[in-house]
């Protein structure tokens, strides 16, 4: 199984090297910015590496809200930077699952999700897949709780989409690690990814704080049990230096199969 974990975006591949990565995240632009990512020099290398790439887009990006002046430099924004990812070899792009307003239907959201998907096939589709996020905190997510989760699905149905299970968002936001991996696969029938991290908040905090497995609030044997029954690569995005990441990939290397 490959474990890896999001890395600065200077220099990814030294960055796995440091950490003894299989896999690396890392971002393309600024989080926080609407930017569309620049060409990368080290694409070839990237591409050419054993080391698998995935690649997060920005925080920003909420293609769920009713908000048309986020809502449509989102999925233009999402479509760029897979683009982007496609360039550097990436086997996908995260993003969140998105909100909608205090107020706003929810099922609106859902079928912005559907829009935007019918907005990338019409400009050629998403060249890497598209991989959605599990969130932590928000009384109006499209994807904390799983029966939002479902529903989201169900209003996809049609499109080629992925899914990402972070566990400490699934913790932070209510859902218990013991047995999720089948609950969610029941929804979505499948798990792309793991993002194999630890949380700072308790259970159904709403806290999206990741912590290192051996510090957090999460029992670390589930985080591990978690990783093990997805057969999913997991990406730790845990917090420290090079070698704290380091200790909870190898923390999960001791105890997978």
């Known amino acids: 199984m490959r474990i890896g974990a999001h890395v600065d975006a200077t220099d990814p591949l030294a960055e796995a090297k440091a950490r003894g990565a299989d896999v690396i995240q890392f971002f393309l632009a600024d989080p926080q910015g609407w930017k569309a990512p620049k060409p990368r020099e080290d694409a070839g290398a990237l591409r050419d590496s054993d080391v698998d790439i995935y690649i997060h887009s920005p925080y920003v990006i909420n293609v769920a809200t009713g908000n048309n002046r986020i809502r449509i430099p989102s999925r233009k924004l999402l479509l760029a930077h897979a683009r982007a990812a496609a360039e550097v070899g990436a086997k996908g792009l995260i993003v969140h699952g998105g909100h909608v307003n205090a107020g706003d239907d929810i099922e609106s959201g859902f079928d912005n999700w559907r829009k935007a998907f019918a907005y990338a096939e019409a400009e ?97 044997e589930l985080i591990s049990e978690v990783v093990s029954s997805s057969g999913a690569p997991a990406v730790c995005e845990t917090p420290g230096s090079a070698e704290d990441q380091a200790a909870d990939i190898a923390y999960l290397r001791e105890r997978l199969p």
């Open 124 to 220: 050629g589709g998403f060249p890497v897949p598209v991989l959605i996020e599990n969130t932590a905190g928000g009384d109006n997510a499209c994807a904390r709780r799983f029966d939002m989760l479902a529903r989201l699905w169900a209003a996809l149905d049609g499109y080629e989409v992925g899914l990402c299970l972070d566990t400490c968002h699934a913790f932070a936001g209510g859902e218990d690690l013991v047995g999720i991996v089948d609950r969610v696969k029941g929804i979505t029938g499948r798990i792309d990814l793991i993002h194999a991290n630890g949380s700072k908040g308790g259970f159904d905090s709403g806290q999206d704080r990741h912590e290192n497995f051996l510090r957090g609030e999460i029992d670390p």
